[in-house]
């Protein structure tokens, strides 16, 4: 069953049919003035933090689903009659309610048609602004003149911190007034207090928003919550709109909304346009201010322009043109977009994370930035300094990393229990890949503060992480998993050795190596290697099983995940990783990957884990708590799924690598929209498994680990394009069926041209590249042949020995 379809030209996933399975989101604004609409209008609006900033509402799990949102209902003046410019909440009957839904790059647009009433609506933030634009076109498609009256409903919170307005109603009650002058409503919560609403002290502020309604006047207002949509009305039938009298309501504490009104007269064939504006601030200040310069319609519209061309350009940074349209969808369009949203509001907002993960964390951020680097180098860089600086001197990192409470020299140091043990690591994924980006070696030489005392070079960041983890080694010479690896749910007690970490660390060492190299630092690179080589040996004598490398060694010295365990027999993790980080022999890399596809591989991506955990003790592994075949326990993780990808191309498997691309791509589930049930344009952080009755719905849009490794597998290894130091390399592993694909790629400023030809089917290798009809020997074109248009034209096959 399907609801939409992508609109590849527009960027824009288009919904044809409004009663989706799940509620299918879109973001609005930046990280200053955030915002999350659905393709019912349901959603909220945050000022910098969506805990701290909250200031529309929306209830959390709603019945019916996300409501509240950003409403206009129209209501026929004649006849009585009225629905909402959205399918929801009014919910007309769909053989009468025509509707679609276009979600774009940071905006969504509503057409709906009912009753001979076309309205179209737009929802966006303009780019830096604190304000966000309803704009609505109404027009009379029906033979007789039309009196409509337009309400605007949007529900204020009563405390900017979301526990504050949801649960604390003995205080948040009562602090809140919503007042109406000169056209703007005013929502001020703690009025009495300092107006520095804008202070990233919440407490001690006043918190201050506004709305008004613009291009027709305005009849009639209602702040109270209760009198608009009534003590037993419902946002489907609101008082109000129902009665057609609107009170004046104001309210001194209670619940507050922002219903302001307007009448609208029709002859056939007739359109009219109205504006609401909703701002953080005071209505008679930044209210004023915003509507003097913002609010004329051609402004408007070039506001949208300006919009569109921001994110229109971040996304162009890489385009691709394949032989499957749902790859281009992804690629040029949706995970590009996902992944810097994803990167804005690392795990923060979204309609499943309510605002309680305030603030960037530090594992999930390391690695969101990877993907985001083609598109916007400069800012990530600035990103990853602020990561850099939440690592402490003893090499451990701060979970989370709040961009505007963060004190790098001034951070107590945590616990030692409670250190994770993967954090840092993720480092040497992409603190190389911003150095490819940009071309700036001296970045390792970047001196930068640790979280508590001290500071050092980045390359001594690198060093310090690896120390971390070296110096706290288990009884097996494994690194210890500590609090949590990767996976939140793996305790092993604080000796418990983790494989996982003993593989990215075997990676690190690698790249670090690889790092001291190019900075003339043989003594550092050799400490590296003799460090991999004692660790390899440590691998090899404990964690191969047969067919499979283990997942972990408890602190009790109790196996985890051998060919013979009862559950949790084997671990996806640890066999991509094993290829990843090069530690897996020929044969181990070619066997374990096999037993990945017989025992871990599903038409919805690869499980975690096989057989799901039932009686393994809940202290060493709280996946048991999860339904079996859902999240950490044997479900889909979504996250792990680009690494799948990425081991499989690194042993030149194309076509390997491109069905587990496929079994993860949310666009190949567009048709299956019941089996699947979230957005299929963005990927979910997991999805239930075949131990599930619900096996293949996928859960957690948006804001998952998922979508930087789904974008980076893709194009950093089954495009094959790739910014290192040296220049950009070209090495694709493509399944045996494409005939190639052309590509397009921002690099250091430089738009370059690729077009990959793949005449006898190859999965991999490169039989000849030229760039600009020269030719170059390998896979690396050096920075100094490209110049901005290069064309560079590779031919796939069997690699021709340089100077052959
Ligand atoms: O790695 C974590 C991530 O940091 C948060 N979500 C779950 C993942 C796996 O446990």
């Known amino acids: 069953m399907k609801y939409g379809h992508f609109d590849d030209d527009a960027r824009e996933y288009v919904i044809t049919r409004p009663d989706t399975p799940r509620s299918w989101t879109n973001y609005l604004g930046t990280t200053e003035y955030g915002a999350i609409i659905s393709n019912n209008a349901g959603g909220y609006s945050f000022f910098r933090s969506a805990s701290e900033g909250r200031f529309t509402r929306l209830r959390f799990n709603n019945v019916p689903m996300d409501q509240p949102g950003r409403y206009f209902y129209l209501r026929d003046q004649e006849s009585g009659d009225f629905w909402s410019t959205s399918w929801q909440p009014v919910g007309k009957p769909l053989d009468e309610y025509k509707t679609t839904c276009r979600h774009g790059t940071a905006y969504t647009s509503i057409e709906s048609e009912y009753s001979d009433i076309k309205t179209e609506t737009l929802y966006f933030v303009p780019v830096g602004q604190k304000f966000e634009y309803w704009k609505l076109k109404v027009t009379n498609t029906g033979s007789a003149p039309r009196k409509l009256s337009v309400f605007t409903y949007c529900e204020f919170t009563n405390h900017w911190n979301i526990d504050q307005d949801q649960f604390n109603l003995q205080y948040s009650q009562y602090i809140g007034k919503a007042t109406y002058q000169d056209g703007f409503a005013q929502m001020a919560v703690n009025d009495n207090l300092p107006h520095d609403w804008a202070s990233i002290k919440r407490d001690g502020n006043a918190m201050l928003s506004w709305t008004t309604l613009l291009g027709s006047p305005i009849t009639g207002y209602d702040l109270s919550r209760e009198t608009f949509i009534g003590t037993y009305g419902s946002y489907a039938k609101p008082d109000v709109v129902a009665s057609g009298e609107s009170t004046g309501s104001t309210t001194y504490g209670e619940n507050s909304c922002s219903a302001l009104r307007t009448e609208i007269e029709l002859a056939p064939g007739e359109s009219k346009e109205l504006l609401v504006m909703i701002g953080v601030g005071k209505a008679s200040i930044e209210g004023k201010a915003a509507v003097e310069e913002f609010s004329s319609l051609e402004r408007v519209d070039a506001e949208f322009a300006k919009l569109k061309d921001f994110w229109h350009s971040r996304l162009g940074a890489l ?45 999930d951020t390391v690695q969101d930035i990877i993907a985001v680097l083609p598109a916007i180098p400069e800012e990530a860089g600035k990103r990853l300094e602020l990561m850099l600086t939440g690592q402490f001197s003893n090499g451990g990192a701060l979970p989370v990393v709040k961009p505007f409470d963060h004190e790098p020299g001034n951070t107590p140091m945590p616990p030692k229990e409670e250190f994770r043990s993967d954090d840092c690591l993720w480092f040497f994924n992409t603190v190389p890949a911003y150095v490819g980006e940009t071309g700036d070696l001296d970045f390792y030489n970047k001196v930068l503060p640790y979280a508590d005392e001290g500071e050092a070079t980045v390359l001594g960041h690198l060093r310090r992480a690896l120390e971390f983890n070296l110096e706290r080694s288990g009884a097996n010479g494994i690194p210890c998993g500590l609090a949590a690896d990767w996976n939140d749910c793996l305790k092993l007690g604080y000796n418990g050795e983790s494989l996982f970490v003993g593989f990215q660390v075997r990676y690190g060492l690698g790249v670090y190596a690889d790092i001291a190299n190019k900075l003339n630092l043989p003594e550092e690179a050799e400490w590296a290697l003799l460090q991999q080589k004692i660790l390899d040996a440590a691998i090899q004598k404990t964690c191969w099983s047969k067919d499979r490398f283990i997942w972990a060694i408890a602190d009790d010295g109790t196996v985890y995940g051998t060919h013979d365990s009862k559950e949790g027999a084997i671990y996806l993790n640890t066999q991509i990783w094993a290829v990843i980080s090069g530690a897996a022999t020929e044969e181990q890399a070619r066997i374990c990957m096999e037993s990945v596809k017989e025992h871990l591989a599903t038409d919805y991506g690869a499980q975690l884990c096989a057989p799901p ?47 587990y691309y496929n079994a993860f791509n949310p666009a190949k589930f567009n048709d299956k929209a019941e089996i699947r049930q979230s957005e299929p344009y963005v990927h979910c952080q997991s999805t239930h498994a075949r131990y599930s009755p619900m096996h293949g719905a996928a859960r957690l849009p948006w804001l998952s680990g998922t979508s930087a490794w789904a974008y980076y597998s893709s194009t950093a290894y089954i495009l094959g394009i790739k910014a290192e130091l040296e220049g950009l390399r070209i090495d694709p592993c493509l399944p045996s069926s494409w005939p190639g694909y052309e590509a397009t790629r921002l690099f250091r400023g430089m738009n370059i041209n690729i077009t990959v030809k793949n005449p006898d089917g190859a999965e991999t290798g490169v039989a000849s590249l030229t760039v600009d009809g020269q030719t170059i020997d390998g896979t690396l074109v050096p920075t100094d042949k490209l110049k901005d248009g290069s064309q560079i034209e590779v031919i796939m096959g069997a690699a021709v020995p340089a100077g052959a």
């Open 319 to 363: 385009t691709a043109k394949t032989p499957d349209a749902d790859f281009d969808s992804m690629v040029n369009v949706w995970n590009a977009y996902n992944s810097l949203i994803t990167y804005t509001w690392s795990r923060s907002a979204s309609f499943v994370y309510g605002g309680h993960r305030n603030g960037l964390g530090f594992r």
């Open 613 to 659: 955990v039932e009686t393994m003790p809940v202290e060493i592994m709280a996946a048991r708590l999860f339904n079996a075949g859902t999240k950490e326990n044997a479900g889909i993780f979504n996250h792990p799924q680009g690494w799948v990808v990425m081991a499989e191309a690194m042993l030149g498997k194309g076509d390997s690598a491109y069905e």
